[in-house]
């Protein structure tokens, strides 16, 4: 299916995502490259005076350690526009008021949930074997005893949550497959539960990107390279989905999609987005 060349309205505010929309990482993510127009592309929505926001569904790293990096390469991301599903997940997890929540990740997950006040636990914690949740997110150290501690918690009643529950993201070599999603799919096999996602494709994302914008989810432009972390999402919501070339997704390959993971608009250039949004 080819999508069109324009909107049905003006988005009022944008989400992007990071990984193959602003930037290219390498696999073990220690640099950044900045896809070109990215940076354009932000100047002058702020020239605007355009709200716009960044949601990665990669949680190895909290917003404030991650936000620099981008600004390294150039890109004008203040810590307080960029999130991760670990920000979304800590608003899901608080309203919920689970007691205890056992994190399979790196140390970065676990130190960006702490920050946002959820009670975290680790395997070989005491407290490991009393949690009431489960979150499951970047994790390339994971063992079979962290699965099966999960497995375990899961099994006597707790809630399984997960930063990202899709297979693959764009990097500079190709694309790169997500540990979440791998560990996820252990514990389902074994539990028959499913993971609730916090990241993108979840209505919690969504709901999250338009209330941090201020706007209606039908107005906000949602940019990505990913059929289902970000066409899925804004379509299943209502909101404005717009795609890129510059990732995991060739112009063929949008063509090809279904009708739920198309595009409503296609920009072969990120730079291109302001024009082609109609804002100027
Ligand atoms: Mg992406």
């Known amino acids: 299916m080819s999508a069109p060349a ?3 309205r003006r988005p009022k505010g944008f989400m992007f995502d990071l990984d193959g929309t602003l930037i290219l990482s390498n696999r ?13 592309a932000l100047e002058e929505l702020d020239r605007l005076g355009i709200p716009w926001l960044a949601l990665t569904n990669g949680s190895a790293y909290a917003a404030a350690r991650q936000a620099p990096k981008l600004r ?9 526009r960029l999130f991760t599903p670990n920000s979304v997940a ?22 960006a949930l702490s920050e946002l006040d959820v009670p975290c636990c680790v395997p070989g914690d005491a407290e490991a074997s009393r949690a009431d949740a489960v979150y ?13 501690i999960a497995c375990a918690r899961v099994l006597d009643g707790a809630a399984f949550l997960t930063a990202s529950d899709v297979p693959f993201f764009a990097t500079k070599e190709g694309r790169s497959f997500g540990y979440s ?6 514990i389902a096999r074994v539990t028959g539960r499913e993971p609730e996602v916090t990241g993108k494709p979840s209505m919690h994302a969504m709901h999250f990107v338009a209330s941090r914008l201020g706007i209606a989810v039908s107005d906000v432009g949602v940019v990505g390279d990913d059929p289902v972390a970000e ?11 717009i795609a890129v ?10 063509d090809a999609q279904p009708a739920e993971r198309s595009p409503g608009l296609l920009i072969e250039a990120i730079g291109d987005l302001v024009s082609a949004t109609q804002l100027r």
């Open 6 to 8: 324009t909107l049905p």
């Open 28 to 40: 073990a993510l220690g640099s950044y490259q900045a896809i070109p127009g990215a940076r354009e």
């Open 72 to 80: 390294d390469v150039g890109l004008p991301v203040p810590d307080a």
């Open 90 to 111: 800590a608003k899901v997890i608080r309203k919920r008021d689970y007691r205890s929540v056992l994190v399979l990740g790196t140390q970065g997950v676990t130190h």
């Open 136 to 148: 499951v997110a970047w994790h390339p150290d994971c063992t079979m005893e962290h699965i099966h």
């Open 181 to 186: 999603c791998a560990i996820n799919g252990a």
């Open 231 to 241: 066409m899925q999402m804004a379509r299943e919501a209502g909101a404005l989905a």
């Open 245 to 254: 070339t510059t990732g995991s997704t060739s112009k063929a390959d949008w």
